[in-house]
Nanobody
Framework: QVQLVESGGGLVQAGGSLRLSCAAS????????MGWFRQAPGKEREFVAS????????YYADSVKGRFTISRDNAKNTVYLQMNNLKPEDTAVYYC????????????????????WGQGTQVTVSS
């Protein structure tokens, strides 16, 4: 198990940018694939983006492709989500998740491929 703590959420106007961070505890961070999910009020949690254990592949939901970028720094045990051109429909609680295995990022897009979750950080985009 790895412990995950998200940060960087906040209130931003439409068209603005935010960068979320997720800090992981433990010395085995580099062996985990990482992902971001989000949950808007009254909706189910949905996949946003994932990155493979070495960062060599990434995978995105269609709704964020071209606007969001996932990256990781294994030396800092941190995964990032750079969010540009934010829209009001991006408003949600964003969760970081860690998944085991050495698969390509495209393998990790359902909740059951992730075993550890953070507590979430709120992102609110005003129109």
């Amino acid at each position: 198990q790895v412990q995950l703590v998200e940060s960087g959420g906040g209130l931003v106007q439409a068209g603005g940018s935010l960068r979320l961070s997720c800090a992981a505890s433990g010395r085995t961070f580099s062996s985990y694939a990482m992902g971001w999910f989000r949950q808007a009020p009254g909706k189910e949690r949905e996949f946003v983006a994932s990155i493979s254990w070495r960062g060599s592949s990434t995978y995105y939901a269609d709704s964020v492709k071209g606007r969001f970028t996932i990256s990781r720094d294994n030396a800092k045990n941190t995964v990032y989500l750079q969010m540009n051109n934010l829209k009001p429909e991006d408003t949600a609680v964003y969760y970081c998740a860690a998944g085991t295995g050495y698969n390509a990022a495209s393998y990790y897009y359902t909740e059951n491929t992730f075993g550890s979750w953070g507590q979430g950080t709120q992102v609110t985009v005003s129109s």
